[in-house]
């Protein structure tokens, strides 16, 4: 999962991913991350008012650190997920050749018409943490159900 900052957006679908995933006894099969795409806040905890609005819907975030997309990043992980526009961009820029295809929007897994998840550390007041989880929540069971059916049975079965 990755924003601009790392210290909203993607923390958030990092949290609520991870604990769909907790939810289904999967965190052993899949791992997920977040990161940014500047170094604005490396080495910082969420923003206070994202873990807030996250733990009031039962998510988790306190524990995250701020780091930067790296190279290694496009091997490791089979999805590479942006929260917007220019996020899409800088991956798609960043990615080697062959990993490109693994850079989308996360909102390609939302069922509305919103491509990006509106950054509400600039502007909009505590609503836009509140409709960041409305989007993410969304698209994040969506995507989990996706993740689901490319597990080995045995995995999915357990
Ligand atoms: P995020 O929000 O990309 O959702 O983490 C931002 C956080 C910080 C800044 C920009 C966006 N900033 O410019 O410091």
Same mark, same amino acid.
């Given at each position: 999962?990755?924003?601009?900052?790392?210290?909203?957006?993607?923390?958030?679908?990092?949290? %609520?991913?991870?604990?769909?995933?907790? #939810?289904?006894?999967?965190? =052993? /099969?899949?791992?997920?991350?977040?990161?940014?795409?500047?170094?604005?806040?490396?080495? +910082?905890?969420? $923003?206070?008012?994202?873990? !807030?609005? /996250?733990? @009031?819907?039962?998510?988790?975030?306190?524990?995250?650190?701020?780091?930067?997309?790296?190279?290694? #990043? *496009?091997? =490791? *992980? #089979?999805? %590479?997920? /942006?929260? +917007?526009? $220019?996020?899409?961009?800088?991956?798609?820029?960043? !990615?080697?050749?062959?990993?490109? !295809?693994? %850079?989308?929007?996360?909102? +390609?897994? !939302?069922?509305? &018409?919103?491509?990006?998840?509106? $950054?509400?550390?600039?502007?909009?007041?505590?609503?836009?943490?509140?409709?960041?989880? $409305?989007?993410?929540?969304?698209?994040?069971? @969506?995507?989990? &159900?996706?993740?689901?059916?490319?597990?080995?049975? /045995? %995995?999915? &079965?357990?």
């Amino acid at each position: 999962m990755v924003c601009l900052g790392n210290i909203c957006r993607s923390p958030t679908a990092h949290g %609520v991913l991870e604990k769909l995933i907790q #939810d289904k006894g999967l965190s =052993e /099969a899949i791992e997920v991350d977040s990161a940014g795409t500047s170094t604005y806040h490396i080495g +910082d905890h969420p $923003d206070p008012r994202s873990i !807030a609005a /996250a733990q @009031r819907r039962g998510y988790s975030l306190e524990k995250q650190v701020a780091r930067q997309v790296n190279p290694n #990043d *496009f091997q =490791e *992980f #089979d999805y %590479v997920l /942006a929260m +917007d526009a $220019d996020n899409l961009q800088h991956l798609v820029s960043a !990615a080697p050749g062959g990993s490109k !295809a693994k %850079v989308q929007l996360l909102l +390609d897994y !939302a069922s509305g &018409e919103t491509e990006s998840v509106p $950054d509400p550390y600039l502007g909009g007041g505590l609503q836009g943490f509140e409709t960041v989880l $409305d989007l993410v929540e969304g698209a994040c069971q @969506r995507l989990l &159900e996706q993740l689901l059916q490319e597990l080995p049975t /045995a %995995v999915r &079965e357990q």
